[in-house]
């Protein structure tokens, strides 16, 4: 078991009178990587600064390996940053970018010279030393930042949506790479991004935040497959999210019907949130249907198609590997462990209907010069 490293203790953050920070209790342990998770403006950035001490909290403790660091100035933590605009030195080569910070500690040539070539090595740019800043693309100049960071040896990266600037191909090839560089050096990364795919690729915990408050601390699979309420359910992959009553423990009500589940705890007859995975639905015959609903919409995904089905006027996502065409009645079929319950919340009604998906992608169709007049009209 690895030991605690960074621990925040009942966090506040004011400007004017807006709390950006309520009450986070975070800890964070030795050789992680942990990603902060959440929409702008839900304060994973603010956690991040306070962390590296770029900004002090309004009340609540950092402590660093037990001790509190919150008056400690960055330069004298034992943490670095990387910042989404690299800020590189035009002017050095990649090789000076990544002494920089060894030179101002004064540490000796020959021990510079070890060090930067290691770092080059970890970061897959041997043999750029040479190179100015400025003739290197983004991914690399992404690695030089990483491994100036790197190079003076911090117990803690911190990382602020640092593939940001990348396109699609090389931000998963960095994924990877991250990944690789922090298990390679066994170094603590507290890592801030708002793309879900990103932190379930990357990361040993995930932070989902929302409102300046913790929603949910798990592992990515646990905030996949067991999200807290209808926030994480939503902001991390597609879910459909539908209104429910909890008649007993394995039996859940929606639609007039009664379903088998695998949940419980819940209170006799209590009103829940029912998360249902667009993967886990299995488009079946109408007779053989636990639910029948109208396919309102099909989009070609590659691996899958995406089809919208009105069930009750209310819009359901299924991926499927079966084409059903625009029209037609199916049946629907959810396994009793494809059930996801959760309690009521402040999200609860806000997220889950697909009705304004169907509308994007009807926009798409028409623009694909399919036929018109095929959008399912509303109840």
Same mark, same amino acid.
């Given at each position: ?36 998770l959440?929409?702008?403006g839900?304060?994973k ?21 037990g ?49 930067v070539?290691?770092?080059? %090595? ?8 040479? !190179?100015?800043?400025?003739q ?11 491994? !100036?960071a ?44 708002h ?13 989902v935040?929302?409102?300046?408050r ?9 905030i996949y ?5 209808? /926030?994480?359910a ?13 008649? !007993? ?6 639609? !007039?019907?009664? /379903?088998?589940?695998v949940?419980?705890?819940f ?8 998360v249902?995975?667009?993967e886990?639905?299995?488009i079946?015959?109408?007779?053989q ?7 309102t ?19 359901w ?8 065409p ?35 992608? %009807? ?17």
């Amino acid at each position: 078991m690895s030991k605690e490293l960074i621990r925040l203790h009942d966090l506040c953050m004011a400007y004017d009178d807006e709390l950006v920070l309520d009450h986070i209790n975070l800890y964070i342990k030795d050789s992680e990587f942990l990603t902060l998770l959440g929409p702008s403006g839900c304060g994973k950035t603010t956690t991040l600064r306070i962390i590296g001490g770029f900004t002090t909290p309004t009340s609540g403790d950092v402590t660093f390996d037990g001790v509190r660091i919150n008056d400690v100035p960055p330069h004298k933590r034992q943490i670095n940053t990387v910042f989404q605009k690299y800020a590189l030195f035009p002017h050095l080569d990649v090789y000076e970018n990544i002494a920089f910070g060894l030179r101002i500690a004064k540490v000796p040539a020959q021990e510079i010279e070890e060090r930067v070539m290691e770092m080059l %090595e970890v970061v897959s740019l041997k043999g750029f030393e040479r !190179r100015r800043v400025d003739q290197l693309s983004g991914g690399q100049q992404q690695r030089v930042a990483i491994a !100036r960071a790197l190079v003076n040896r911090p117990k803690v990266l911190l990382l602020d949506e640092p593939l940001g600037a990348l396109d699609l191909r090389l931000r998963k090839d960095m994924q990877i790479e991250l990944k690789r560089i922090q298990q390679q050096m066994g170094i603590t990364f507290i890592y801030v991004t708002h793309d879900q795919e990103e932190a379930l690729t990357m990361s040993d915990t995930v932070v989902v935040m929302d409102k300046g408050r913790i929603q949910q601390i798990g592992s990515p699979e646990d905030i996949y497959n067991e999200p807290t309420n209808a /926030f994480v359910a939503d902001f991390i992959g597609e879910s459909n999210i539908l209104n429910g009553t909890m008649v !007993r423990d394995g039996v859940v009500r929606m639609y !007039r019907k009664e /379903f088998p589940c695998v949940d419980g705890g819940f209170a006799p007859n209590e009103p829940v949130d029912v998360v249902i995975r667009p993967e886990d639905i299995d488009i079946v015959p109408v007779d053989q249907g636990q639910l029948v609903g109208t396919v309102t919409n099909v989009t070609f995904k590659g691996m899958q198609y995406d089809i919208i089905v009105d069930l009750g006027g209310f819009k359901w996502l299924i991926q499927t590997t079966d084409h059903s065409p625009v029209g037609s009645q199916v049946g629907v079929k959810i396994d009793p462990d494809g059930f996801h319950i959760m309690k009521k919340s402040e999200y609860s009604g806000m997220f889950g209907d697909y009705s304004s998906y169907s509308e994007e992608y %009807e926009e798409l169709a028409d623009v694909s010069a399919l036929e018109e007049g095929e959008s399912g009209d509303e109840e």
